[in-house]
């Protein structure tokens, strides 16, 4: 799977890591709805932190279609709940 990380770039990640993205994306998604800012911040730095640890960068020439997107660290909660879908950032 490829994972655009907003003003990142791209990485290449394992699909047998999606249990361990999953379960960052759940708290984060509990803590948005539950208006909890510093649990937000917190639990965004360690699911990108995941992906950037799990996965393998991308060349930036390189320009393959993200089969995911994730928000830049500094993103507000605001701008992260424009981007969730039902399952939250992350499908499954």
Same mark, same amino acid.
């Given at each position: *799977? +490829?994972?655009? +990380? *907003?003003?990142?770039?791209?990485?290449? /990640? !394992?699909?047998?890591?999606?249990?361990?993205?999953?379960?960052? %994306? %759940?708290?984060?998604?509990?803590? *948005?709805?539950?208006?909890?800012? @510093?649990?937000?911040?917190?639990?965004? !730095?360690? /699911?990108?932190?995941?992906?950037?640890?799990?996965?393998?960068?991308?060349? &930036?020439? #390189?320009?393959?279609?993200? @089969?995911? +997107?994730?928000?830049?660290?500094? #993103?507000?909660? &605001?701008?992260?709940?424009? *981007?969730?879908?039902? &399952?939250?950032? +992350?499908?499954?």
């Amino acid at each position: *799977m +490829i994972v655009r +990380i *907003m003003g990142e770039g791209q990485v290449s /990640l !394992g699909d047998e890591h999606l249990a361990e993205l999953n379960k960052l %994306d %759940d708290e984060l998604l509990a803590e *948005m709805e539950s208006g909890d800012e @510093e649990g937000f911040r917190r639990t965004l !730095g360690a /699911l990108l932190d995941a992906v950037r640890r799990l996965g393998e960068p991308l060349p &930036d020439e #390189a320009l393959e279609p993200s @089969e995911l +997107i994730l928000p830049e660290p500094g #993103a507000t909660l &605001d701008e992260v709940k424009g *981007m969730l879908n039902d &399952d939250g950032l +992350i499908p499954g």
